[in-house]
C-alpha cells in the first residue's frame, strides 16, 4: 500500500514538472515610433536565442502625408524562448521622445516612452520574462 502511494506521489509530481516546461509557441511584436517631426532614425536591437547574438539594425521613421510618425513593427513569429531583450535608442541626443510597445499574442506587456533632455541619447531598454510576465 505504501508502494502504490508512492508510486502515485511520483507520477503526480513528474507530471506538473512536464507541464512548467511545456514552451508555448508566440507571437511577438516589437513597436517603436518617434516623435520626432523629421528625419529620424531609430535603433533597435533584441537578443535572437537561436543564434546566440544581437539582431541589431537602424530603422529610419516614416511618415504618412500629414507628417504624423509611422511605427516600425517587428514581429517575431512562433516564438519560443522565455525572455524577450533588447533596447531601442535614438544615435544622437535630440529631445523629442521615442516609444516602445511589446505585445506577447496581442496583449500589450510593456508599453514605455522616454524624452531626452538634449544632453543625452534617449534609451529604452527591456527583459521582458514571458512566464512571470515582468519586465526584468
Known amino acids: 500500500m505504501l508502494f502504490l502511494f508512492l508510486f502515485f506521489g511520483a507520477c503526480n509530481a513528474s507530471e506538473t514538472v512536464k507541464e512548467e516546461n511545456v514552451i508555448t509557441d508566440y507571437t511577438v511584436k516589437i513597436e517603436v515610433n518617434s516623435a520626432e517631426l523629421a528625419n529620424d532614425e531609430l535603433f533597435i ?50 529631445p523629442s521622445q521615442i516609444s516602445l510597445k511589446i505585445s506577447v499574442n496581442d496583449e500589450v506587456v510593456i508599453d514605455e516612452s522616454k524624452t531626452g533632455t ?3 541619447y534617449v534609451t529604452i531598454k527591456f527583459n521582458y520574462d514571458i512566464k512571470t510576465k515582468k519586465n526584468l
Open 118 to 120: 538634449g544632453n543625452e
Open 45 to 94: 536591437t533584441y537578443y535572437e536565442y537561436q543564434t546566440n547574438t544581437y539582431n541589431w539594425n537602424p530603422y529610419t521613421i516614416s511618415y504618412d502625408t500629414n507628417g504624423n510618425s509611422l511605427p516600425v513593427i517587428i514581429t517575431l513569429e512562433n516564438y519560443s524562448f522565455r525572455y524577450i531583450e533588447g533596447e531601442v535608442y535614438r544615435n544622437n541626443n535630440i
